[in-house]
């Protein structure tokens, strides 16, 4: 098998048959059903491709808040973004809580955590 490296030695891309330019040889994994899955939290370690659960770990928790981040542009600023003339229309409690479901929905990347969508906004 051929690997081509990031600058930290985790594998970008590879090939189980055939070459890659700038490609180094390393023998195939054992699981290489799991490292097919997972190959961008594989390092090459003396020669060997090693899975490191730290980067898997991370590459997960970046997914997580990449989904997080498309969740929120769709449930909260399709409602934030509205026009001047829908505002007028909301209640000084409505707009209170409105504004804290807001800075939740701006905090979601770091809380993990999906604010409840106020149930007048149904």
């Known amino acids: 098998m051929q690997v081509l490296l990031d600058e930290h030695g985790f594998i970008k ?4 048959i055939g070459a890659l330019v700038d490609g180094i040889e390393i023998p195939d994994p054992e699981d290489v059903f799991h490292f097919e899955s ?3 939290a594989y390092k090459v ?3 060997t491709a090693l899975f ?3 980067r898997h770990a991370s590459q997960e928790q970046e997914q997580t808040k990449s989904a997080l981040r498309q969740r929120r542009e769709t ?12 505002y007028e229309g909301v209640s000084i ?15 979601v990347t770091e809380t ?3 604010p409840e969508r106020p149930s007048w906004l149904e």
């Open 38 to 40: 997972h190959f961008a």
């Open 13 to 16: 891309s590879y090939a189980l």
């Open 45 to 47: 370690h003396d020669g």
């Open 112 to 114: 993990l955590v999906v």
């Open 52 to 54: 490191d659960k730290e």
């Open 75 to 86: 449930e909260c600023f399709s409602v934030i973004n509205r026009g001047q003339l829908w």
């Open 93 to 107: 409690p409505q707009l209170l809580e409105l504004r804290s479901w807001y800075k939740a929905w701006l905090n």
